[in-house]
């Protein structure tokens, strides 16, 4: 069967070129005599990996020396309690802004731990945009603003980061991180889930301010301490090995297209090509307002459920999988993360283009 464009949320594609290395790979690391998924952790060969993989990370996102890159488990979800436990101890309240369904889950998690204000959400029209932030909204003595750069499931991005002052800004990007060119430098941490632009599901990349360290609240488990696992480069306990190697695959492959400038050039125009087709079409139309579209994830719907029920199920049968939405969005969506190729999405709009002339009324 040949490979289908896959639209899913997550886990999602990875480049094919990165795959094929990997299968070649597979059996035998180079030099090794053994594969990558056999190895200890503590072994000369998978501490070039994870400082190779750590290495390109901060080439291609410019990480400034004053950070720590940290490879950790449990999924951004981990990182909805981890912040809080970690930064409460400078003070134990945060201001959040809620954009959607993640942004929700990081405000209930952190609320355990201290108090959390909310200070704008776009919920009032089902989180179809980003909402006006200003300086004056922040307390100058929280711990911390949170954002979530890229709402995931409801298809919105920001397109201006917040100015928070002294505040640090977290971030949860997991799913934008290394699609658009960032200044690392504005924010405190920023973290991400692997299985959407980085690897497969398993490892979270943490990206964290140095003095940010160290602050944790006295009940935080070892295991959830940013300070723990900056001190042991990782390798506090097993690292999710495999996962990694694949991150460091996946970095390089960013380096080979000219970096994460060249990418987001190519998000760009992919994402345009849809754009472009919802905004003329009559039977399809985006759910999100022009200015805070999402360059990951395209939400639309269709004039009815039988209709979106046909396209799924035909655009399936063509090659174009998991282009569902979300219950909460309806309709359908399409995640055309970096290794999405552009091809995949002209091949998508012409098919959606006959499929509108077929089914016209
Ligand atoms: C996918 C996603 C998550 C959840 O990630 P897990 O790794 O499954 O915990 C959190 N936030 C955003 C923005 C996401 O896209």
Sequence with gaps: MARVYNFSAGPSMLPEAVLKKAAAELLEYPG???SVMEMSHRSPEFQAIIEGAEALLREIMKIPANYRVLFLQGGASSQ???????????????????TGTWSKKAI???????TVRIIATSEDKNFSYIPKLDRAMFDPSAAYVHITTNNTIEGTRYRELP???AVPLVADMSSNILSEVYDVAEFGIIYAGAQKNIAPAGVTVVIIREDLL???LPITPTMFNYKIHADEKSLYNTPPCYCIYIARLVFEWIKQQGGVAAVQKINEQKAQVLYEFL???KMFKGTVVPQNRSLM???FTSPGEDIDKLFIKEAAVAGFVNLKGHRSVGGMRASIYNAMPAEGLKKLVDFMKKFETNNAK
Excluded at 108 to 114: D, P
């Design 32 to 34: 090794s005599g053994q």
């Design 80 to 98: 909805f309690a981890m912040v809080p436990l970690n930064l409460f101890g400078i003070a134990p309240r945060a201001d959040f802004v809620n």
């Design 108 to 114: 209930s998690e952190a609320k355990r731990y201290g």
């Design 163 to 165: 100015d928070t002052g």
């Design 214 to 216: 160290g602050k944790a």
């Design 279 to 281: 905004d003329n079409s």
């Design 297 to 299: 994830n395209i939400p």
